[in-house]
């Protein structure tokens, strides 16, 4: 049967944390990512903000990067001359947006055991951030799913396809799962459960907010992150506003510079740039430069 | 082993093709390698064989006696010891010309299989007779083996006791089952279902008229078509407990069956949700879908990811319906076409994947625009597209709800619709439930 690959929803962070690959037998076969929670990835549907794109080939024959942020990690994209739709609509995008892509699964490797995946983009639309938000619901149900079964199925004597199943996962998961108990020596369940809670919270506004929230794990977090530093951090982003004249983003020299003669030390700007980085309300476009999101 | 002894005729058999141009020793050593060492079955080892030495391997006369359990899909050379189940005559059509050919059922005691005779000559056999077959051929359909007589094959009428009698299925207890875990192919089924619609239809099987009463029954998992061969006074409503039915794969969807020998009974009707809760449609991950093999009536929700070519503004012929192709019907060339819209989509749920075919009025809908005014916007972009175009934009990666009836294939599963809607979830909700079932 020549059945669709279907379109993963799965975060960044888990793809990345790829390191087995399933490579198809004979003409035509299809090839796998598979991912430590059991994921058989071939093609994938994800929604994130684009931060940046660049044109890495030649402008007779461009070849398109472009990096797509969700709540855990950055995803990576290219698109060449085989891709013509795809490749046309990143050559005009303007970052950051939100952008919806569905494609194939790639991967590279520069030497034996490392491997790097990225994605090659079939289909690129602009969206907005409720779909965002539906994917990143979508991906956290995917994902919790997999978590469920995964930790069960670690804990069987004999795993199997046949007793995945009988968890309730269907066949080309269960297969998945399989893959991955094999392949992986260790599946950081712990890991990959934080990373649920930060999708969860990523759609919640009471854990969003910058200056913490009300629930007790935010005033542990907020008592860690002394008064200080959401100050500067606050200015920093003042700062990068002000710099930030010509859309390419704010020099980090005089970022550097006009902080300083704000107060803040060599130290306290790196960690500040370091926090503000993570929280994903600036980036890097390239080196060397910063912009607000 | 028991293949020593069983080998020397297959040895012969290769000699007398190959006309005694390699030595019997050599082909028995070679034969030998071949099963032992390289573990291929018999018959493709006699094919290699004869083909390694320039004979031709349909001139092989002596096929591989099996029973009907060990028969495989594409077998080239098989014999069999088997019972005739049924037997029918119908007419094919072949390169234009009519040909009679025989279908039917066979078995033997360990499983039963469905036949062909391609060569009918003086076909002299019926129902019940025993008959050895020599040199039938298997080919492949739906995963399952199917029995071919060709040129080469040689039937004889064989004593009715050379045979064991034997049940056309193995007795054991039934198995229960819910609605949504019927696959096509299963046998001897427990079912508890809720009759939702039933009518008596008139059929004709193998030159007889005969009463079917088919209709819709389901339990809290889901629907299911059903056809009962025998009258047990079914209506609407009704409670049925059904002890050794079976599954069977109609026009690519599982349907329930059962006849006069299974143990059937009519349940208290409280021993089941109400009428109008079960004629609710069941909401179906899409692999679930393909892992069963389709399903009436059912709720999909996922994302478009693609829409294929053939959507949009479409125009028809006027005699057979059929899409013209710039302006040409396949059947009856150039004609004046008319007008419609249509929407083929594959629909992702992250399960995985199917193509849904929504018609004129639920594309209209989505669209908000009615054939009229998507012909007038067409004709002044003086391109066809600009609609397919619109619908992209529209439609890919846009949450969605479909229903329908989801049929399987070789190419998947399709699903015609019967009402499509964009979704909005309440993410920040559904978000909250799972964050506070992860912190408990």
């Given at each position: 049967?020549?059945?669709?690959e279907?379109?993963?929803?799965?975060?960044?962070?888990?793809?990345n944390?790829?390191?087995?690959?399933?490579?198809?037998?004979?003409?035509?076969?299809?090839?796998?990512?598979?991912?430590p929670?059991g994921?058989?990835?071939?093609?994938l549907?994800?929604?994130?903000?684009?931060?940046?794109?660049?044109?890495?080939?030649?402008?007779?024959?461009?070849?398109?990067?472009?990096?797509?942020?969700?709540?855990?990690?950055?995803?990576?994209?290219?698109?060449?001359?085989?891709?013509?739709?795809?490749a046309q609509?990143?050559?005009?995008?303007?970052?950051?947006?939100?952008?919806?892509?569905?494609?194939?699964?790639?991967?590279?490797s520069?030497?034996?055991?490392?491997?790097?995946?990225?994605?090659?983009?079939?289909?690129?639309?602009?969206?907005?951030?409720e779909?965002?938000?539906?994917?990143?619901?979508?991906?956290?149900?995917?994902?919790?799913?997999?978590?469920?079964?995964?930790?069960?199925?670690?804990?069987?004597?004999?795993?199997?396809?046949?007793?995945?199943?009988?968890?309730?996962?269907?066949?080309?998961?269960?297969?998945?799962?399989?893959?991955?108990i094999?392949?992986y020596?260790?599946?950081?369940?712990?890991?990959?459960s934080?990373?649920?809670?930060?999708?969860?919270?990523?759609?919640?506004?009471?854990?969003?907010?910058i200056?913490?929230?009300?629930?007790?794990?935010?005033e542990?977090?907020?008592n860690?992150?002394?008064?200080?530093?959401?100050?500067?951090?606050?200015?920093?982003?003042?700062?990068?506003?002000?710099?930030?004249?010509?859309?390419?983003?704010?020099?980090?020299?005089?970022?550097?510079?006009?902080?300083?003669?704000?107060?803040?030390s060599?130290?306290?700007?790196e960690?500040?740039?370091?926090?503000?980085?993570?929280?994903?309300?600036?980036?890097?476009?390239?080196?060397?430069?910063?912009?607000?999101? | 082993?028991?293949?020593?002894?069983?080998?020397?005729?297959?040895?012969?058999?290769?000699?007398?093709?190959?006309?005694?141009?390699?030595?019997?020793?050599?082909?028995?050593r070679?034969?030998?390698?071949?099963?032992?060492?390289y573990?291929?079955?018999?018959?493709?080892?006699?094919?290699?064989?004869?083909?390694?030495?320039?004979?031709?391997?349909?001139?092989?006369?002596?096929?591989?006696?099996?029973?009907?359990?060990?028969?495989?899909?594409?077998?080239?050379?098989?014999?069999l010891?088997?019972?005739?189940?049924?037997?029918?005559?119908k007419?094919?059509?072949?390169?234009?010309?009519?040909?009679?050919?025989?279908?039917?059922?066979?078995?033997?005691?360990?499983?039963?299989?469905?036949?062909?005779?391609?060569?009918?000559?003086?076909?002299q056999?019926?129902?019940?007779?025993?008959?050895?077959?020599?040199?039938?051929?298997?080919k492949?359909?739906?995963?399952?083996?199917?029995?071919?007589?060709?040129?080469?094959?040689?039937?004889?009428?064989?004593?009715?006791?050379?045979?064991?009698?034997?049940?056309?299925?193995?007795?054991?207890?039934?198995?229960?089952y819910?609605?949504?875990?019927?696959?096509?192919?299963?046998?001897?089924?427990?079912?508890?279902?809720?009759?939702?619609?039933?009518?008596k239809?008139?059929?004709?099987?193998?030159?007889?008229?005969?009463?079917?009463?088919?209709?819709?029954?389901?339990d809290?998992?889901?629907?299911?078509?059903?056809?009962?061969?025998h009258?047990?006074?079914?209506?609407?409503?009704?409670?049925?407990?059904?002890?050794?039915?079976?599954?069977?794969?109609?026009?690519?969807?599982?349907?329930?069956?059962?006849?006069?020998?299974?143990?059937?009974?009519?349940?208290?009707?409280d021993?089941?949700?109400?009428?109008?809760?079960?004629?609710?449609?069941?909401?179906?991950?899409?692999?679930?879908?393909?892992?069963?093999?389709?399903?009436?009536?059912?709720?999909?929700?996922?994302?478009?990811?693609?829409?294929?070519?053939?959507?949009?503004?479409?125009?028809?012929?006027?005699?057979?319906?059929?899409?013209?192709?710039?302006?040409?019907?396949?059947?009856?060339?150039?004609?004046?076409?008319?007008?419609?819209?249509?929407?083929?989509?594959?629909?992702?749920?992250?399960?995985?994947?199917?193509?849904?075919v929504?018609?004129r009025d639920?594309?209209?809908?989505?669209?908000?625009?009615?054939?009229?005014?998507?012909?007038?916007?067409?004709?002044?972009?003086?391109?066809q597209?600009?609609?397919a175009?619109?619908?992209?934009?529209?439609?890919?990666?846009?949450?969605?709800?479909?229903?329908?009836?989801?049929?399987?294939?070789?190419?998947?599963i399709?699903?015609?619709?019967?009402d499509?809607?964009?979704m909005?979830?309440?993410?920040?909700?559904?978000?909250?439930?799972?964050?506070?079932e992860?912190?408990?």
């Open positions: 049967m020549i059945a669709r279907v379109a993963w929803r799965i975060f960044a962070g888990e793809y944390s790829s390191i087995h690959v399933e490579s198809g037998v004979g003409e035509r076969a299809p090839s796998y990512v598979v991912t929670l994921a058989k990835v071939n093609r549907f994800v929604v994130g903000v684009v931060t940046d794109v660049e044109n890495i080939g030649t402008d007779t024959e461009p070849m398109w990067r472009a990096r797509l942020a969700d709540p855990t990690g950055v995803f990576f994209l290219s698109a060449g001359q085989y891709q013509p739709e795809a609509i990143l050559s005009k995008l303007k970052p950051p947006k939100f952008v919806a892509v569905i494609g194939k699964s790639r991967t590279y520069p030497e034996e055991g490392v491997i790097y995946v990225s994605i090659r983009p079939e289909t690129i639309k602009e969206v907005n951030s779909l965002r938000d539906f994917w990143v619901l979508n991906s956290c149900r995917s994902l919790k799913k997999r978590l469920e079964i995964v930790s069960e199925a670690m804990k069987m004597e004999k795993p199997s396809i046949e007793n995945i199943i009988s968890l309730g996962a269907d066949r080309n998961l269960a297969e998945g799962i399989m893959s991955a094999e392949h020596d260790y599946i950081d369940i712990a890991r990959f934080s990373m649920l809670q930060d999708g969860l919270k990523h759609l919640l506004p009471e854990h969003q907010e200056d913490g929230g009300e629930g007790v794990e935010a542990e977090r907020q860690k992150e002394s008064e200080d530093n959401i100050e500067n951090e606050e200015k920093f982003l003042e700062i990068i506003e002000e710099l930030d004249k010509d859309v390419k983003g704010a020099a980090w020299e005089e970022i550097m510079e006009m902080a300083q003669k704000k107060g803040l060599r130290i306290q700007i960690e500040t740039t370091n926090s503000l980085l993570d929280k994903g309300l600036i980036y890097e476009p390239v080196l060397g430069r910063i912009k607000k999101i | 082993m028991k293949e020593n002894e069983d080998i020397a005729p297959h040895v012969e058999d290769i000699a007398r093709v190959l006309g005694d141009k390699v030595d019997k020793e050599e082909i028995d070679e034969l030998k390698q071949y099963l032992k060492e573990r291929i079955p018999l018959s493709t080892a006699k094919q290699m064989l004869v083909k390694k030495y320039g004979g031709a391997p349909s001139n092989l006369g002596l096929g591989v006696f099996k029973t009907v359990e060990q028969l495989t899909p594409n077998e080239p050379s098989v014999d010891l088997c019972r005739l189940i049924s037997v029918n005559h007419d094919v059509e072949v390169g234009g010309e009519k040909k009679p050919i025989v279908y039917g059922i066979l078995g033997d005691q360990t499983a039963s299989v469905p036949f062909t005779a391609w060569e009918v000559g003086d076909w056999f019926q129902k019940g007779d025993v008959v050895r077959v020599r040199n039938a051929y298997t492949e359909w739906k995963g399952q083996p199917q029995l071919n007589f060709g040129e080469r094959t040689n039937i004889e009428r064989e004593s009715k006791d050379a045979l064991p009698n034997f049940a056309p299925t193995p007795i054991s207890d039934p198995k229960k819910e609605v949504k875990d019927l696959k096509g192919g299963m046998s001897n089924i427990s079912l508890v279902a809720r009759v939702l619609f039933v009518e239809r008139n059929v004709n099987v193998g030159g007889e008229e005969k009463a079917v009463f088919s209709g819709i029954m389901a809290k998992s889901g629907k299911v078509q059903f056809s009962a061969w009258d047990f006074g079914l209506s609407e409503g009704d409670v049925i407990k059904v002890e050794g039915g079976y599954v069977k794969n109609w026009r690519g969807i599982p349907q329930f069956g059962f006849d006069e020998r299974v143990k059937f009974e009519v349940l208290d009707t021993k089941m949700p109400p009428l109008d809760e079960l004629a609710e449609r069941h909401v179906y991950q899409i692999g679930e879908l393909i892992d069963r093999g389709g399903a009436i009536d059912v709720v999909v929700e996922g994302v478009i990811i693609d829409i294929k070519s053939g959507s949009g503004l479409i125009f028809r012929c006027p005699e057979c319906k059929r899409v013209l192709q710039k302006g040409v019907c396949r059947i009856h060339g150039e004609v004046e076409g008319k007008a419609d819209l249509r929407i083929k989509a594959v629909l992702d749920d992250g399960t995985g994947a199917l193509t849904a929504l018609g639920i594309t209209e809908k989505l669209i908000g625009k009615d054939v009229k005014e998507c012909r007038e916007i067409a004709k002044k972009a003086m391109d597209s600009v609609i175009d619109d619908l992209k934009d529209l439609l890919i990666a846009t949450p969605i709800r479909i229903s329908g009836d989801a049929s399987f294939d070789d190419f998947g399709m699903l015609i619709a019967k499509a809607q964009m909005s979830i309440d993410v920040q909700k559904e978000a909250k439930t799972m964050l506070d992860l912190e408990v």
